[in-house]
C-alpha cells in the first residue's frame, strides 16, 4: 500500500519556522516528482513547491519565494519543506504529493498520490 505522510504542522506565530517532512512507504518515489501543495478554507489547493527527482530543478510560487526551501532525501523516501518568515496568510493544510514526471509541474491533476495533509496556522 502507497501511503505519503507529512508532518511537522503546527501553531506558529507571525516571523516564525516550520519544518514540514513527508515520508513515503510502499514504493520508491525517487524518479517522481515531489511537491508540497497547501489548501485553505475555501480556496483551491495551490502547489507551494515541487522537486524533481534529482533535486536540481524546482519550482517555487511566488508567495514562496525566497521564504521556503524545498528538499529531498531519496535514500529515505522523504521530501521536505522548510518555512521560515511564515504570514498569516500561509495558514492552511499542507499536503505533500507524488508526479511520475521527471520535472515539477504545480497543477494537482499531474499528481496521482497524496498524502493527509498537515495543518499550519500562523497567527498574528
Known amino acids: 500500500q502507497v501511503r505519503l505522510v507529512e508532518s511537522g504542522g503546527g501553531l506558529v506565530q507571525a516571523g516564525g519556522s516550520l519544518r514540514l517532512s513527508c515520508a513515503a512507504s510502499?514504493?520508491?518515489?525517487?524518479?517522481?516528482?515531489l511537491a508540497w501543495f497547501r489548501q485553505a478554507p475555501g480556496k483551491e489547493r495551490e502547489c507551494v513547491a515541487a522537486?524533481?527527482?534529482?533535486?536540481?530543478?524546482?519550482y517555487y510560487a511566488d508567495s514562496a519565494k525566497g521564504r521556503f526551501t524545498i528538499s529531498r532525501d531519496n535514500a529515505k523516501n522523504t521530501v521536505y519543506l522548510q518555512m521560515n518568515s511564515l504570514k498569516p496568510e500561509d495558514t492552511a493544510v499542507y499536503y505533500c504529493?507524488?508526479?511520475?514526471?521527471?520535472?515539477?509541474?504545480?497543477?494537482?491533476?499531474?499528481?496521482?498520490?497524496w498524502g493527509q495533509g498537515t495543518r499550519v496556522t500562523v497567527s498574528s
Open positions: 504529493g507524488a508526479d511520475a514526471s521527471s520535472f515539477p509541474r504545480s497543477l494537482a491533476r499531474y499528481y496521482g498520490y
Open positions: 522537486v524533481n527527482w534529482s533535486g536540481r530543478n524546482t
Open positions: 510502499g514504493r520508491t518515489f525517487s524518479t517522481y516528482t
